[in-house]
């Protein structure tokens, strides 16, 4: 879909909502058990398929899986034969993103896709699958691959966790599952996440389904994500924001930065996060 | 990828592993808390990225929200303007898969997407997303859209329940997530899912990237899952495919017929299926 104007209907494309027509008239039924946002948003993104709008203090930055051996030449991920500049275009981008999160006092939330050392929360299916020629545990120039303490496993030095900021360990592809995140952002009020890393469809796309079956809305910021192959990152953005944004929303950096910007006045220079609660490396 | 010869490399498509090395030389380390198939795979099927191999006794056929209002003209999935026809080729195909599974004894479960009548189990986000002209729990011809109990929430006739397969009633796409899916899978020694339904993208994609995550091997029947988008359809099962296999492994149904075949003779016809437990309609 076209980045510079993604509100623009397209009837032909599975981007234009099945949900194309106007607002109901029926009454919305009330839900008493589910989550409700903390207060009312207050910004508004130019997005994909409609306007995403959120406030500060129910956003969460979700930074996902920027780590060394996936992004860096020489890492697991080129050894594997991938092209890692795919990747790298996100990390200038995605620096600028979280520093005007950073100064305007959004919560910030790293995750690494690892194991812990003697790979006992490792599933044998994902360490048997494709009959690598390397596998998780083994050894390599980045230390071993995919442990938790290792060089290759931690986040990229651009993108490093500050004191306060969450960094969720998971075994798998989703934030959610066997991790704390879901209770990381019940407990700070969070109810919507501005998701960016790697790869767009494997990680970033497994978590914003875990958070949209739970009741999050996402927005996934289109230049800050990457994936190895082009094709799987043009449609995984598309069937984020499909039929009507069934699983989120899709916007560039630069749209989201724009409606950051009208907030940030919010926040004192220099005073501390409000989420200065986590050690950075271990939470998760 | 080519359905009629899927274990072809194809170097330069995604698809082609990253892992198409020789086996690895290092051995692998041992996993004791992750779950272990519970026999030897006896059956293989041809497959992307490389044979699926599966037991009569570690596997599931899973039927993914073969819902009349997803896949029946007049609809709710129609009445948003969708091609249900996209997604009804999957039924005779299916039709034939699910009684070649019941024969060979193999657990058959269901899964319907749709919320209680006071939709308390409904997230506010999924009630408002896309600003529908009809929403979830609305009056339709159907009854009350996505509604346990209504006509349109319930399984197409031509792929009903029979006594002793669980049905999952899930509140989000994922059939994992606030079910008892993964406990039903458990007790039962699962391992292994033969996945089929719809859509592609949306509830197929999460419910196997669950699955992937928690150590199953998903086998995705490429003709037996459907999407209202075409282009979705095919990167769809590019994606399960892709490096290695990140997600699992696509066939189409002849191949996994063509396995099952082989091990049909273990079960004895007209014989209780081994897992005539759960109501059909109670689970979840």
Chains 1, 2 share one sequence.
Not at 1 to 19: H, I, K, N, W, Y
Request: glycine share 10%; with cysteine; hydrophobic share 35%.
């Amino acid at each position: 879909m076209p980045e510079t104007d993604p509100t623009a209907p397209e009837p032909s494309s599975p981007s234009a909502p099945a949900f194309s027509s106007p607002p109901p008239s029926a009454p919305v039924p009330s839900s008493p058990s589910a989550p409700v946002p903390s207060s009312a948003p207050s910004a508004s993104v130019a997005a994909a398929p409609y306007p995403f709008e959120f406030s500060l203090d129910d956003t969460a930055l979700v930074i996902i899986d920027m780590q060394r051996d996936f992004v860096e030449p020489g890492g697991f991920g080129e050894s594997l034969g991938n092209d890692v500049d795919q990747l790298r275009t996100v990390i200038p981008v995605l620096a600028e993103v979280l520093e005007k999160c950073r100064s305007a006092g959004l919560l910030v939330i790293h995750t690494r896709e690892g194991h812990l050392p003697d790979l006992s929360d490792c599933p044998p299916s994902k360490l048997a699958r494709g009959n690598p020629s390397q596998r998780i545990g083994d050894p390599s120039p980045n230390g071993r691959i995919l442990i938790r303490g290792e060089k290759g496993h931690d986040i990229v030095p651009e993108l490093y966790p500050i004191d306060g900021e969450p960094v969720i360990d998971k075994p798998g592809k989703g934030a959610f599952y066997a991790t704390d995140f879901g209770s990381i952002l019940a407990e700070r009020g969070i109810r919507r996440l501005v998701v960016t890393g790697v790869t767009t469809e494997v990680c970033v796309h497994t978590t914003v389904r875990e958070a949209n079956d739970r009741g999050f809305e996402c927005l996934v910021l289109s230049d800050c994500v990457g994936s190895y192959f082009p094709e799987f990152q043009r449609v995984g953005l598309e069937m984020i924001a499909a039929q009507g944004g069934i699983f989120g929303w899709t916007a560039p950096a630069s749209a989201f930065l724009s409606a950051l910007a009208g907030q940030a006045h919010t926040h004192v220079p220099g005073q501390q996060p409000l989420t200065a609660l986590a050690d950075p490396v271990r939470a998760g």
